[in-house]
T-cell receptor, first 112, second 113 residues
Framework: DTAVSQTPKYLVTQMGNDKSIKCEQNLGHDTMYWYKQDSKKFLKIMFSYNNKELIINETVPNRFSPKSPDKAHLNLHINSLELGDSAVYFC???????????FGSGTRLTVV | QQQVKQSPQSLIVQKGGISIINCAYENTAFDYFPWYQQFPGKGPALLIAIRPDVSEKKEGRFTISFNKSAKQFSLHIMDSQPGDSATYFCAASFGSNDYKLSFGAGTTVTVRA
């Protein structure tokens, strides 16, 4: 019955690898987001999709590519991973017009 | 650059005391100001939110005070409990079509029993 679920919860990988994080929400929300939380806990938006359409793309390296196959799913693919990509990545969702997000539990990515 | 500045970075309060976290913003277009609570290993959860046409909003032991002229808002946690120990984030956004929340840097609150 998890509202916003992310997989995997932990991801340890080597520099240069490609990895994906999956996100699914069962709340019927129209908008989904990816946020990055760094080691100092600072939360910064990366992408936002509304009804499968990209509406926000912050200054994120193009090694990061989001994909929304339908409005309940928003996946994040990262190419050529770098040490600086190590962080916790949160998926979130909200209904259109309401800015109270529901966050997932996060994916802790460690690049070694 | 951070659009919402939050202080303090951390605070310790005794059980039953009041925790106060302050936030300031510059963008006068912001019209929605939520607070999120995050426990270790979990995602942030919406706690309470306010719009600038209201100076105060209370939900249980949590109160937001909003000062539009000073461009500041704060979270007060009354009768703090050990279960309130968490990181608290203020945030702001604007426009009905803007879906982006700008977060403060977070405040780690520790409530001592």
């Amino acid at each position: 019955d998890t509202a916003v679920s992310q997989t995997p919860k932990y991801l340890v990988t080597q520099m240069g690898n490609d990895k994906s994080i999956k996100c699914e929400q069962n709340l019927g929300h129209d908008t989904m987001y990816w946020y990055k939380q760094d080691s100092k806990k600072f939360l910064k938006i990366m992408f936002s999709y509304n009804n499968k359409e990209l509406i926000i793309n912050e200054t994120v390296p193009n090694r990061f590519s989001p994909k929304s196959p339908d409005k309940a799913h928003l996946n994040l693919h990262i190419n050529s991973l770098e040490l600086g990509d190590s962080a916790v990545y949160f998926c979130a969702s909200s209904p259109t017009g309401f800015r109270g997000y529901t966050f997932g539990s996060g994916t802790r990515l460690t690049v070694v | 650059q951070q659009q919402v500045k939050q202080s303090p970075q951390s605070l310790i309060v005794q059980k039953g005391g009041i925790s106060i976290i302050n936030c300031a913003y510059e963008n006068t277009a912001f019209d929605y100001f939520p607070w999120y609570q995050q426990f270790p290993g979990k995602g942030p959860a919406l706690l309470i939110a306010i719009r600038p046409d209201v100076s105060e909003k209370k939900e249980g032991r949590f109160t937001i005070s909003f000062n539009k002229s000073a461009k500041q808002f704060s979270l007060h946690i009354m009768d703090s409990q050990p279960g309130d120990s968490a990181t608290y984030f203020c945030a702001a956004s604007f426009g009905s079509n803007d879906y982006k929340l700008s977060f403060g840097a977070g405040t780690t609150v520790t409530v001592r029993a």
